[in-house]
């Protein structure tokens, strides 16, 4: 037999045995689609419109009420920057409620127009603002900033540059009580400026050579907004929140990789038969199904304990500042991930589909439930937030969230909440995994 003919031969061989195996060729066929399918789902609301970062949200409670107040809250809801919540016609917040949500992490600015609002802006003065807001979300306070300066151009009008001229003088020193004088200086220093641009322009002469100044980017900010930071007191100050993101979202995929590959080892037994040789030794057939998740379950324990001692020391993520809270977190999310392994490893046939499918199921789930990057930054409609929320990825990372950017002990409402529901897939996973090993393994 020549070398092409045996080649062929070969070739031939391990195509039937490939074909055979109906479940994982499908799955070698289906994963490449199926994870594009993902990806382009999470990134068309992650990028806007114009393929640009998605809008910043901002929560605002509208206190005083009046037609002007409700003109820069509808100016606030065109602007490029900023996502504006909640959605007309829905429920307006409280002050509290508001500030209660940025204590809660479930927003990260929220701006309340306060009452006096309209009279301020139609008298040509500076308007009252409060903003409650996380520190440590410098990205889209920026973004929040150019958006407020949009809508109170839009809002005051030919007023807005004297009020912000006035207010820059202000910040310069000088005192709020000469506040008329401040005004009606500015207002004759803006007519000056602006007419110094009308006759560059009509010269040809404006440096940019986009047909005006750019004074939102100058001005970012200069409105006057008195800011309230929520912080944890605990939270470290080299820690941002995409790093802190990025440490819990890794941590949960590689466990979720880690913890499929140990109980894939379920497998191989059956293969090797070593449930006829724990039979032999009168030991309970359970016994074997059990040892595959005190193994694995060891083994994840290890690979946190390395994960995050790396991240303390190395980003300062202060994982032992409540070791209560970690261990709790950590066992709580080892149980979910350990029962979806072993419902993998109890129901693949052979070791090609348990890869498949674990692969196929771990990169769906990182991807749409916030593994990667935090997709509860985007506008999401009801029935992609259905899916994010009922993925294993979504409920570990918040915690995880919760526990290093939010400091929430595990006794907090909502870190109950995301514990319960980790425990609960924990429950139902690991129920459904003894099912399938007692019928596939044991024949009972």
């Known amino acids: 037999m020549n070398l092409w003919k045996a080649s062929c031969t ?16 499908l799955l070698g066929f289906a994963l490449p689609l199926v994870l594009v399918g993902a990806f382009g789902f999470v990134m068309k609301f992650a990028m806007g419109k114009e393929g640009g970062l998605e809008k910043s949200t901002l929560w605002v409670a509208d206190l005083d009420g009046s037609p002007k107040s409700r003109e820069f809250v509808e100016a606030l809801r065109g602007a490029s920057t900023v996502r504006v919540q909640p959605k ?12 209660k949500k940025v204590e809660d992490g479930e927003a990260h600015h929220a701006l309340l127009v306060e009452a006096g609002f309209g009279e301020s802006i139609g008298g040509g003065r500076l308007p009252r603002l409060r903003m409650f807001r996380d520190p440590g979300r410098e990205m889209e306070s920026q973004m929040i900033s150019v958006g407020l300066l949009q809508a109170f151009f839009s809002t005051a009008g030919g007023k807005s540059a004297p009020i912000l001229t006035a207010r820059a003088l202000q910040l310069m020193g000088l005192p709020e009580e000469w506040h008329d004088r401040i005004l009606a200086i500015a207002t004759g220093f803006s007519s000056g400026v602006e007419g110094l641009f009308t006759d560059a322009e009509k010269e040809g002469r404006l440096g940019d050579g986009d047909g005006g100044p750019d004074f ?28 802190a993101h990025v440490v819990s979202g890794t941590g949960v995929m590689m466990l979720m990789f880690g913890l499929v590959a140990c109980a894939s080892l379920l497998i191989r037994e059956r293969e090797q038969k070593t449930l006829d040789r724990i039979r032999l030794a009168a030991a309970p057939a359970d016994s074997l199904l059990l040892g595959k998740i005190l193994f694995a379950g060891i083994c994840g324990a290890l690979q ?7 991240g303390s020391l190395v980003f300062d993520v202060s994982a032992l500042r409540d070791p209560a809270t970690l261990i709790v ?22 070791q090609k589909q348990a890869e498949g499918v674990s692969t196929l199921i771990i990169l769906v789930m990182s991807a749409l439930g916030g593994a990667w990057f935090p997709v509860q930054l985007f506008d999401l409609p009801l029935p992609a937030q259905i899916v994010t929320k009922c993925t294993l990825t979504h409920w ?27 425990l609960a897939f924990a429950l139902v996973a690991g129920l459904a995994a003894r099912a399938l090993y007692r019928r596939r393994y044991v024949g009972v």
């Open 216 to 243: 939102q980017s100058v001005m970012a900010d200069f409105v006057p907004v008195e800011r309230v930071d929520l912080k944890p007191p605990g939270r470290p100050k080299n820690l941002s929140y995409m790093l």
């Open 304 to 310: 946190l304990v390395l994960l995050f001692a790396f």
């Open 10 to 25: 070969i070739a031939r061989k391990d195509l039937r045995i490939y074909f055979r195996d109906r479940t994982g060729m």
């Open 329 to 350: 977190v950590s066992l709580a999310t080892l149980l979910a991930i350990n029962a979806f392994g072993m419902l993998i490893a109890t129901w693949a046939g052979t």
């Open 88 to 99: 007309p016609g829905e429920k307006a917040p409280s002050a509290e409620e508001l500030r």
């Open 396 to 422: 570990a990372v918040s915690a995880y969230q919760g526990m290093f950017w939010y400091g929430k002990g595990w006794t907090d409402p909502t870190m109950l909440g995301k514990l319960g529901v980790l």
